[in-house]
């Protein structure tokens, strides 16, 4: 062998052994950094699953339903507790006082999402949704969204929901007249879908009484995939999209030509846009700085496409938990019947207020059947006082709770005072 080719060898010796030290020292420093990020709860003393220095503890936490991980973990570690979803670390915690202190006393510390709702980078429209956007930009959409929920709002939708409820009831009376068994779940599903179009996109279309419906399909595989899957906010975009397309469909229609003005919420945003147009035309002509802000396009969309995948199988599922306590407990039932013929107004109907305001038992049935059963206090008068607010939060809590909380219970209470008024509930033979 020539010299020449004995200093080439030499030369690639030498680069092959610093290249691997380069990458043993990059891998060990890797190691370290890596080692330290996922003993930062141990170093400060909070107890938790140990985590792999590849993946945290996001392979145990994503093998089975969260909430199953989640309550093995608590018998463990007790009621405060830290994990890692990746790299991301998670803080648990029961202590009702830091409960109440993150999402109120300090809630301007703890606004934002965190890492984990980075979704603007994965979608233009949906990391625009009140859900995901922090800050000023959430500040503006919330104020504009709850102007949209006003009791005098909903006193408009109010005729809107009665028709919808109006169509489950004409249905449920073939089944009633057979006494046949229903699968209320499914009914539930249908109506919401109704309520959504209808109230929130003001589309005329019926999906009661049509079970296969290609998009109440897609609103059921979407709600599914939101808080379900490692990847499930990737899995839900393609039938998000969907939901985009056609909701983009009917707010230019909506713009286009005002004939179209329907009292439901999707008017609500649209007025909330025309209105802050204005306003800003105002301010090209003065100085005046307004506070206020217009909806974009993308807000008005999103916040669309938000109600529709969020209160589709919430309106459903709490629907058919009241229906099946109900039908369980019929003492219970004929108590909440009872109290809506003694309330009922002149012209014995169920009316906004006689819904909202008079009904206090049926209340107390509604908050018992979202607590599902825990031991604890019940929700009747003179308890106020004993229950920590962090206790019992269906619609969360503090500034970020559930803009859509009175438009709930106002469908919740319409639905079930309406089937009380003419049927009587009893649980079927599957659920005996």
Known sequence: MSVAALLLLLVVLLTAALFTSAV?????????????????????????????????????????DHYKVIGRWIKEYGDIFGFYDGDVPFVVTMDLDLIETVNIRHFKNFMSRGLTMMVEQMHPFLGKSIIYVDGCQWKSIRNTLARGFSAAKLKLMMP??????????????????????????????????????????GVDERFQGRPDHPFETIARTAGRKLMTGTLHMVALLADVDKVIRETAKVIEVRRRDRSYRKPDILQNLLDAEYVEDEKQKENRKSSEIHT??????????T??????????????????????????????????RQEIYSVLGTEGKLDFDTLMKKLEYFDQVIYETFRLYPPGLTFAPGNEDQLNNAAFMPFGMGPRN???????????????????????????????
């Open 24 to 64: 043993v020292e990059e891998v060990l420093r890797c190691s370290r950094w890596r080692w330290r990020h996922f003993s930062y709860f141990r170093r400060i003393g909070i107890p938790g699953p140990k985590p792999s220095l590849i993946w945290g503890n996001i392979v145990e936490y994503h093998s089975t």
């Open 160 to 201: 809107l929901l009665e028709e919808d409820v109006a169509v489950l009831l004409s249905l449920l009376e073939e089944h009633a007249k057979l006494g046949e068994e229903v699968n209320m779940l499914r009914k539930y599903e249908q109506l919401a879908m109704d309520f959504l179009f209808r109230g929130s996109f």
């Open 292 to 301: 206020s802000r217009s909806l974009t396009t993308a807000e008005v969309i």
């Open 303 to 336: 916040s669309a496409v938000t109600l529709f995948v969020a209160g589709y199988e919430t309106t459903a599922t709490s629907l058919s938990y009241l229906t099946f306590v109900l039908a369980k407990y019929l003492d219970v039932q004929e108590k909440v």
């Open 402 to 432: 559930c803009v859509g909380r009175s438009l709930a219970m106002l469908k919740a209470k319409l639905t079930l005072g309406k089937l009380l008024q003419r049927y009587r509930l009893e649980l079927g033979p599957s659920q005996m």
